[in-house]
T-cell receptor, first 114, second 114 residues
Framework: AQTVTQSQPEMSVQEAETVTLSCTYD???????LFWYKQPPSRQMILVIR??????QNATENRFSVNFQKAAKSFSLKISDSQLGDAAMYFC???????????FGTGTSLTVIP | KAGVTQTPRYLIKTRGQQVTLSCSPI?????VSWYQQTPGQGLQFLFE???????NKGNFPGRFSGRQFSNSRSEMNVSTLELGDSALYLC?????????????FGPGTRLTVT
């Protein structure tokens, strides 16, 4: 079964500090994509960052970076210099390379403290 | 370019009724997926349509159905509504099924079943 687990339902971080959100997944596939999506209170889900499983180099997008450990099936998101606008629900997602279906974790609610 | 739009944004129905939700993908996008989002279960995949054909289906009862039209717009229907169907229903579109992996979400339809 392909599952995505986010073990931290809630996290908080001081503004300008760094926070790491955890995600693990279970799959027997060797090729797949991993994603972090952000869902602010307005509810529009937006893509934060993506990682191709065949790439060893960790993806980075400005203040957002991932730590992808393929053998451990771990995919954590690091947010540096946290801003108030980063407050949202964050979802980790997985998609097998030859399928259209995405599998999502249950989400981590991030609070940014001024 | 306009984003993914969903109508209506909010809906209140009574148990036993049926409901139809609509999704208009980004212009040029041919793949549309539907998700049910609840606080306890996170996002659960309902189904994916591509070129008017259902390509993937999640683990939901037959009361949940959908279709896609030639202009890629999609509708989702839930018959014989149950209280547990109360959720945020999200639609997401992509250009194609497997060539690109970025998925764009709509704002969702909040369905409340009383």
């Amino acid at each position: 079964a392909q599952t995505v687990t986010q073990s931290q339902p809630e996290m908080s971080v001081q503004e300008a500090e760094t926070v790491t959100l955890s995600c693990t997944y279970d799959t027997s596939e060797s090729d797949y994509y991993l994603f972090w999506y952000k869902q602010p209170p307005s509810r529009q889900m937006i893509l934060v960052i993506r990682q191709e499983a065949y790439k060893q180099q960790n993806a980075t997008e400005n203040r957002f970076s991932v730590n992808f450990q393929k053998a451990a099936k771990s995919f954590s998101l690091k947010i540096s210099d946290s801003q108030l606008g980063d407050a949202a629900m964050y979802f980790c997602a997985y998609r097998p390379i030859y399928q259209g279906q995405f599998y999502f974790g249950t989400g981590t609610s991030l609070t940014v403290i001024p | 370019k306009a984003g993914v739009t969903q109508t209506p944004r909010y809906l209140i129905k009574t148990r036993g009724q049926q409901v139809t939700l609509s999704c208009s993908p980004i212009s040029g996008h041919r793949s549309v997926s539907w998700y049910q989002q609840t606080p306890g279960q996170g996002l659960q995949f309902l189904f994916e349509y591509f070129s008017e054909t259902q390509r993937n289906k999640g683990n939901f009862p037959g009361r949940f159905s959908g279709r896609q039209f030639s202009n890629s717009r999609s509708e989702m229907n839930v018959s014989t509504l149950e209280l547990g169907d109360s959720a945020l229903y999200l639609c997401a579109s992509r250009i194609q099924r497997s060539q690109t992996y970025e998925q764009y979400f709509g704002p969702g339809t909040r369905l409340t079943v009383t």
